[in-house]
């Protein structure tokens, strides 16, 4: 849709020269189509018509002008709109997400910090009961070191006597086993007087008989003094697991308090 210029019928006024009126005429004339619109002949034109017909054609230029540059503008303020409301559209989606994962992650540092704490207490009791196993282990292999030293004393007795019993003296003797924890004493009287140095022996007793007697008393020596190197060595045993089991629950106490530490942070 165009506009028109209606031109209304002035009063009179001076004449201009014809050729210059005609000539402004026609330029404004050629101005006014350039602009899109119909240009209606004037009557005969004067100069004071024609200047203020050209201030009206270049007002008009002037607000086409003005009217595209706003439109331009308008576009370019609506595609920026756009834009942005695009992108605060994406963040207030990415929002939404982050706020669901910040609640997922707070709901799991807390029932990690139940479990933990769980099993903190559940580590102290160990400790604690691992403690105790330990303390008895130790007063065990106490009494069986010094059980095993008094068998070791015992047994050393033992194969002293019986070193004498194979190498027995000139006269008379009496001779005594030591008491242990699983042969009671026993005395052996020796007369020798008037006997070869080879062939004596305790009264009530042959020399295979003697010998059988000592070879048992020193199995049951030895077997006392194996049975308890091998509770001993158990002991031991034991004692080294609960000692890795408490270094191992003092790590997880102290991993679980560092991780405590982190989640309060």
């Given at each position: 849709?165009?506009?028109?210029?209606?031109?209304?019928?002035?009063?009179?006024?001076?004449?201009?020269n014809?050729?210059?009126?005609?000539?402004?005429?026609?330029?404004?004339?050629?101005?006014?189509?350039?602009?899109?619109?119909?240009?209606?002949?004037?009557?005969?034109?004067?100069?004071?018509?024609?200047?203020?017909?050209?201030?009206?054609?270049?007002?008009?230029?002037?607000?086409?002008?003005?009217?595209?540059?706003?439109?331009?503008?308008?576009?370019?303020?609506?595609?920026?709109?756009?834009?942005?409301?695009?992108?605060?559209e994406?963040?207030?989606?990415?929002?939404?997400?982050?706020?669901?994962?910040?609640?997922?992650?707070?709901?799991?540092?807390?029932?990690?910090?139940?479990?933990?704490?769980?099993?903190?207490?559940?580590?102290?009791?160990?400790?604690?009961?691992?403690?105790?196993?330990?303390?008895?282990?130790?007063?065990?292999?106490?009494?069986?070191m010094?059980?095993?030293?008094?068998?070791?004393?015992?047994?050393?007795?033992?194969?002293?006597?019986?070193?004498?019993?194979?190498n027995?003296?000139?006269?008379?003797?009496?001779?005594?086993?030591?008491?242990?924890?699983?042969?009671?004493?026993?005395?052996?009287s020796?007369?020798?007087?008037?006997?070869?140095?080879?062939?004596?022996?305790?009264?009530?007793?042959?020399?295979?008989?003697?010998e059988?007697?000592?070879?048992?008393?020193?199995?049951?020596?030895?077997?006392?003094?194996?049975?308890?190197?091998?509770?001993?060595?158990?002991?031991?045993?034991?004692?080294?697991?609960?000692?890795?089991?408490?270094?191992?629950?003092?790590?997880?106490?102290?991993?679980?308090?560092?991780?405590?530490y982190?989640?309060?942070?």
């Amino acid at each position: 849709m165009h506009d028109r210029v209606m031109a209304r019928r002035q009063p009179p006024g001076p004449v201009s020269n014809g050729g210059d009126g005609r000539s402004r005429l026609n330029s404004l004339r050629s101005r006014v189509e350039s602009l899109g619109y119909e240009w209606f002949p004037l009557p005969a034109a004067n100069g004071r018509l024609a200047g203020m017909v050209e201030r009206l054609v270049g007002d008009l230029a002037n607000a086409l002008e003005e009217k595209r540059e706003s439109k331009r503008e308008a576009e370019v303020a609506r595609r920026q709109s756009q834009a942005e409301a695009h992108k605060v559209e994406v963040l207030l989606k990415e929002n939404g997400r982050l706020v669901r994962e910040n609640n997922q992650l707070h709901m799991q540092i807390i029932q990690e910090a139940e479990v933990g704490s769980t099993s903190q207490r559940e580590s102290s009791l160990h400790m604690r009961r691992l403690e105790g196993e330990i303390e008895s282990l130790r007063y065990w292999k106490t009494q069986s070191m010094d059980r095993m030293r008094v068998l070791e004393s015992d047994n050393e007795a033992l194969r002293n006597r019986l070193q004498q019993l194979l190498n027995p003296p000139l006269n008379s003797t009496s001779i005594k086993f030591p008491r242990s924890q699983t042969q009671g004493s026993m005395a052996v009287s020796v007369a020798l007087d008037g006997q070869p140095k080879g062939s004596w022996q305790p009264a009530g007793y042959s020399s295979d008989a003697l010998e059988r007697k000592i070879a048992e008393y020193r199995k049951m020596a030895d077997l006392s003094i194996s049975a308890i190197k091998r509770e001993l060595n158990t002991a031991q045993e034991e004692q080294a697991e609960l000692q890795r089991q408490l270094r191992d629950a003092e790590v997880c106490r102290e991993v679980h308090t560092t991780a405590c530490y982190l989640i309060r942070l």
